[in-house]
């Protein structure tokens, strides 16, 4: 139980384009969900929390204009990368939490290229 | 704000040594604490974990972590290294405020493994 799904798990997209991401809960309801990045060979850095049908919570010096997150349903959120730039590229995991304390399950990732 | 900070990016052991991953956290309040495995190109995948009672926390693949309180430590151990234990690993804590709970993520420690 307590599976994540991410779709796509890698895509290309030209500089200028938008991209979404979208994070499953496969078999629960999640009531939050997060966003993290991961560059080649660093840790995760939190991006984003979001609670379902409210907005997202930013961390600091993450652009909301530019990654919008909707968390539209208890089992799925997307991110929308707008306007990608090569910088952009990353690899992008989310989780899930089933409630507040331990139960925060990731999915497998997106590697996102901008060209 | 809590943190935790892994000594060492890298790691190499010999196959069938004993493999130490250490890991301090800043906590003002009594911590969950995580260690997660990334393998190459994949998501996070959850090793174990620290939220109250016994302090020797058993997880997956062999390995096991100590909660030290007097020490601010919850180092991650495996008596004997396998060759498929070649990977990164994150310690992690959780964060909890009014808002919500996250994860907040260490460095990470690469774990090398000689024949």
């Known amino acids: 139980g307590a599976v994540v799904s991410q779709h796509p798990s890698w895509v290309i997209c030209k500089s200028g384009t938008s991209v979404k991401i979208e994070c499953r809960s496969l078999?629960?309801?999640?009531?939050?969900m997060f966003w993290y990045r991961q560059f080649p060979k660093q840790s995760l850095m939190l991006m984003a929390t979001?609670?379902?049908?409210?907005?997202?919570?930013?961390e600091q010096g993450v652009e909301k204009d530019k990654f919008l997150i909707n968390h539209a349903s208890l089992t799925l959120s997307t991110l929308t990368v707008t306007s990608a730039h090569p910088e952009d590229s990353s690899f992008y995991i989310c989780?899930?939490?089933?409630?507040?304390?331990?139960?925060?399950?990731f999915g497998p990732g997106t590697r996102l290229t901008v060209t | 704000a809590q943190s935790v900070t892994q000594l060492g990016s890298h790691v190499s052991v010999s196959e069938g040594a004993l493999v130490l991953l250490r890991c301090n956290y800043s906590?003002?309040?009594?911590?969950?604490l995580f260690w997660y495995v990334q393998y190459p190109n994949q998501g996070l995948q959850l090793l174990l974990k620290y939220t109250t009672g016994a302090t020797l926390v058993k997880g997956i693949n062999g390995f096991e972590a100590e909660f030290k309180k007097s020490e601010t430590s919850f180092h991650l151990t495996k008596p004997s290294a396998h060759m498929s234990d070649a990977a990164e690993y994150f310690c992690a804590v959780l964060e909890e405020n009014s808002s919500a709970s996250k994860i907040i993520f260490g460095s990470g420690t690469r774990l090398s493994i000689r024949p």
């Open positions: 989780s899930a939490s089933t409630r507040t304390g331990d139960g925060q399950y």
């Open positions: 979001s609670n379902e049908g409210s907005k997202a919570t930013y």
């Open positions: 078999d629960f309801q999640a009531t939050t």
């Open positions: 906590s003002s309040v009594p911590p969950y």
